[in-house]
């Protein structure tokens, strides 16, 4: 029988796929619609003017948001040098602390976003825009964000021996 940590971590990578699941179809209505709005443009029958305000909307939230299953994946950008010249054991280790302090940074951060957070909310901010989302609704993506990377970070942190080898092998894993 599954632990309540096994549990957790096998939600939250179900959670995490989803949510890279979303940006996928994201980037895919980007992908279809900038052509969409060339052809109106160019039969003269109008325009999407909330168009390109709105892929930049996406692309932040897709980027905050894919993060996690990024990291989840070993996609991430990485330098290997320090750990690949260590003995296994002591590579472990180190991956360990690592990954403590990426989490420990990433809940520093989350803090942050959530102080921001509260603060556009208070004011009321609008950006200067034509589709004008509330700042406060920005800033909650960056927090939870930073949340979802410090859990992941936490849970590397228990894996850390299978992170090394799954890392080892740059094919396995990685996409979907």
């Not at 999407?48 to 930049?56: D, G, T, Y």
Request: some cysteine; aromatic content about 12%; overall charge negative.
């Amino acid at each position: 029988m599954a632990s309540p940590i096994d549990a957790f971590e096998a939600a939250f990578a179900r959670f995490v796929e989803w949510l890279a699941v979303l940006v996928a179809v994201s980037v895919g209505l980007i992908a279809v619609l900038i052509p969409l709005n060339l052809f109106l443009v160019t039969v003269r029958w109008g325009t999407l003017p909330w168009l390109f305000e709105a892929v930049e909307y996406a692309l932040y939230v897709g980027v905050f948001i894919g993060a996690p299953w990024v990291l989840r994946q070993g996609a991430h950008i990485r330098v290997d040098v320090v750990t690949a010249a260590l003995p296994r054991p002591a590579a472990a280790r180190l991956e360990k602390v690592l990954d403590v302090a990426a989490a420990l940074l990433c809940l520093l951060l989350c803090v942050y976003g959530l102080r921001l957070t509260l603060l556009e909310f208070e004011d009321g901010t609008l950006p200067d825009k034509d589709l004008r989302i509330e700042n406060w609704y920005m800033m909650a993506v960056f927090a939870v964000s930073f949340l979802l990377l410090a859990i992941e970070f936490a849970l590397r942190f228990r894996r850390a021996a299978d992170v090394l080898e799954a890392d080892k092998d740059p094919a396995a894993g990685s996409g979907f």
